[in-house]
């Protein structure tokens, strides 16, 4: 490890020079490496230099061929293997430290032509498929800590895809592949992975019946990669649960191909969005235990697949086309456990203060005080208490004074006491947070005599809110 340490730093010293000055920007490997887990990005071989490839080595601790390790790529013509790609991603990650997760070997996608549009018997293909996969899995024998086995086998509505392979061979490929992997490399990890399966769904459920049917056939499989191509806006709120069910299976998880894409043109709003959306997938791995860790796929926003596939989408990644760090990268660093301060890129949070491009945070409050009903000596009164501020209030004490001798004699949804003419409400446990321009409300039945005017000042935590009196 202490090898690695110093490539890191050597690494880190580069940056310094080619890419922007971020002095107090936060490396990723280091903080994941600390919260036990992986960050890591694919690449293009092609650019591992200049920038890109300092901020790629430095900031990442794993790294995955996005291209170079395709059937299609490594052998176009049958017999005929092109491994320079593949062999300059691993060299570099073994110069940086990183480990590399291999992808992928079995896909229905980016195979040559020769064998996309080719006709073999059942026996045939079944040998040219464990060929591929035991050849290239002992090329890098030792040398590639997880393996995308097979790639997306399902349906979006969890049947097995009509791929190639599943329509002459039937389920049994998948078995198949990952038997001929663990024997050409018995150290590793061997996945299934796919797109559309991050949070439960019919798709999820289809990839988790696979897992147990290939688990009970005793067929070598480790892990299971959840692609993460997603949405702003969309990332499903099941993720965490959906990763722990699968852990719960007997097998690793990790999230594989990360992207948060938006509608261009990128506005400060929808890179803030991104940051939390980014923190939060970050976080949901973090939380399951057997999540061995997190790919983005790519890093900067020049090498992302999503411009080419949804026109007028993009600014999927943690960094600008420039290599400037995004907002994104920041929320990746917070979850991570990272405090500092990004400066003006790093849009604040409420755990994040102090930020010199954040909004200064704000505290504020606006009461609403209703006389619902009233009665000979009694009333009823509803009170609504909103955070007109920007930070979060949690736990509320809200004063007042009655003007014209009133009491309460009974509340609801917060405990209301009184000393002389003044009136104290505190919070119930299922009320005490307030989020900005949220508001809570609760009730209390009171007395009266001569009058009952309404209170016309409040305080919420000890300050004035501005009152709405009705
Ligand atoms: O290299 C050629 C270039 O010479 C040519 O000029 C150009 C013209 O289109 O094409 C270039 O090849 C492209 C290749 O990426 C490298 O940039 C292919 O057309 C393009 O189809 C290919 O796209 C890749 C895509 O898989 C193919 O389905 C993306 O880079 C790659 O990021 C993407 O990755 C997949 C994962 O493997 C599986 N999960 C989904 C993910 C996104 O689609």
Redo the contacts with the bound molecule.
């Keep these: 490890m202490a090898a690695v340490s110093a490539l890191t730093a050597a690494a880190v010293a580069v940056v310094g020079l080619a890419a922007p000055a971020h002095a107090a920007d936060p490396v990723l490997r280091d903080l994941a490496a600390a919260k036990g887990v992986y960050y890591g990005t694919?690449v293009?071989s092609s650019k591992l230099s200049g920038t890109y490839g300092a901020l790629a080595g430095a900031q990442f601790d794993s790294i995955t061929p996005?291209?170079e390790m395709?059937w299609g790529t490594v052998e176009p013509n049958r017999g005929s293997f092109d491994w320079a790609g593949a062999d300059r991603v691993v060299n570099f990650a073994e110069a940086n430290g990183q480990r590399v997760r291999g992808?992928?070997l079995v896909?229905h996608?980016?195979m040559p032509n020769w064998l996309a549009n080719g006709s073999f018997s059942n026996t045939e293909l079944r040998t040219i498929m464990t060929d591929h996969v035991t050849t290239e899995v002992t090329r890098y024998r030792g040398r590639i800590d997880h393996w995308d086995v097979v790639?997306?086998p399902l349906n979006e509505d969890g049947t097995m895809r009509g791929s190639k392979f599943y329509n002459q061979l039937g389920e049994s490929y998948i078995a198949d592949a990952f038997r001929a992997a663990r024997a050409a490399d018995p150290a590793a990890k061997l996945y299934i992975?796919d797109?559309n399966t991050d949070g439960t769904g019919p798709k999820s459920n289809g990839m988790y019946s696979l897992v147990q049917r290939l688990k009970a056939q005793g067929v070598p499989i480790d892990g299971v990669g959840f692609?993460g191509?997603l949405i702003l806006g969309q990332v499903p709120s099941t993720l965490q649960a959906n990763l722990q069910r699968f852990a719960d299976l007997g097998v690793e998880v990790a999230v594989t191909?990360l992207d948060i894409r938006m509608t261009l043109p990128a506005t400060d709003a929808k890179l803030t969005q991104q940051k939390a959306e980014y923190k939060a997938v970050t976080n949901a791995c973090l939380a399951v235990a057997r999540c061995e860790g997190v790919t983005v796929?790519?890093f900067t926003d020049s090498d992302s697949?999503i411009p080419?596939?949804f026109p007028g989408e993009g600014a999927a990644t943690p960094y600008d086309a420039g290599f400037q760090p995004k907002p994104a990268y920041y929320g990746i660093a917070e979850a991570l456990g990272w405090t500092g301060d990004g400066g003006p890129g790093d849009p604040g949070d409420p755990g994040d203060p102090g930020d010199p491009g954040d909004p200064t945070p704000t505290t504020g409050c606006a009461v609403a005080y209703a006389v619902q009903s009233q009665w000979n000596t009694g009333f009823t009164a509803g009170v609504t208490v909103r955070n007109t501020g920007t930070s979060p209030v949690n736990g509320w004490t809200l004063r007042w004074t009655w003007p014209s001798g009133q009491s309460v004699t009974q509340a609801w949804n917060a405990t209301v006491s009184q000393s002389g003419a003044q009136a104290t409400a505190v919070n119930a446990a299922h009320n005490a947070a307030i989020a900005p321009g949220g508001s809570v409300t609760f009730g209390f039945n009171g007395a009266w005599s001569g009058g009952n005017t309404a209170p016309g000042a409040f305080t919420l935590n000890g300050a004035a809110c501005t009152a709405a009196v009705s």
């Design positions: 694919a293009t996005a291209n395709k992808h992928t896909w996608s980016q790639n997306e992975n797109y692609q191509h191909e796929w790519g697949w080419d596939v």
